[in-house]
């Protein structure tokens, strides 16, 4: 997983007259907690989180502060103001390449579904995968093939297990379906096992249903 770099420096006083005239002066007002020692608070400048918040990818983040101090941590709680959106707090939680962190990854479907192909919809029903690892070996994002999903199929989390991680959802969670649409087409000759969605267990990925047709054969 990719991490960033922000720099600091550690706050003297945590008051609210501090914490204002951090706000004031462009700052934000974060903390930094696990490890062994108790919770550093320390503060940045908001420009610092532009390439950690508003994106779609994760990072873990290098903490400088100082020429001697730095933290392996992760982005654990944000708060924003409610009518301008500014930055007002960060909550930060250290890590080791020891200890498992559960973080929430990014989804990326891969390929065509072949329901799609015939005038389906693909619709998601998660975006984002909570898992638990060694913080080195989670992967910028997870990739989910749905090009074998036919109308009124389901992908669900199990198809993307990986020893490197444990997913943190129950096995019936659905990542994304097929649905039907208006726009369902005729069905070619190669595809005449696609039927139309009443027909197609819906609580089935392609892999369980094409087993089972062999089966009836």
């Known amino acids: 997983m990719k991490s960033i770099t922000i720099n600091g420096s550690k706050r003297e ?14 700052q934000v007002p974060c903390v ?8 550093l608070h320390f503060a940045t400048d908001e420009i610092s989180f532009n390439n950690l918040v508003y994106t779609p ?3 873990t983040v290098e903490i400088k502060l100082g020429d001697s101090e ?23 939680y250290q890590i080791s390449d020891d200890k498992p962190i559960t973080m929430e990854i990014p989804i990326h479907t891969e390929g065509v579904a072949r329901g799609v192909k015939n005038g389906g ?5 998660l975006r984002r995968l909570k898992v638990r690892g060694l913080a080195q070996e989670l992967p910028d994002y997870i990739t989910a093939d ?11 989390v199990t198809a993307v297990q990986d020893e490197a991680y444990e997913i943190q959802h129950p096995d019936n969670t659905v990542i994304c379906q097929v649905r039907t649409s208006r726009n369902i087409v005729a069905l070619d000759e190669d ?5 139309a ?21």
């Open 191 to 195: 595809d005449e096992d696609e039927v």
């Open 13 to 26: 006083s945590v008051g609210k007259k501090a914490t204002k005239a951090l706000r004031n002066a462009g």
């Open 197 to 217: 969605a009443d027909e197609v267990p819906s609580t089935e990925t392609g892999d369980v249903a094409a087993a089972k047709e062999g089966e009836g054969n």
């Open 57 to 59: 990818d994760v990072h």
């Open 32 to 39: 930094l907690y696990g490890g062994d020692a108790k919770p």
């Open 121 to 125: 919809v693909l619709r998601y029903n």
């Open 70 to 92: 730095k933290f392996n941590a992760i982005l654990q709680d944000i708060q924003f103001h409610p009518v301008t959106d500014a930055i007002l707090h960060v909550d930060f």
């Open 146 to 156: 749905v090009s074998q999903l036919k109308i009124g199929q389901k992908l669900y």
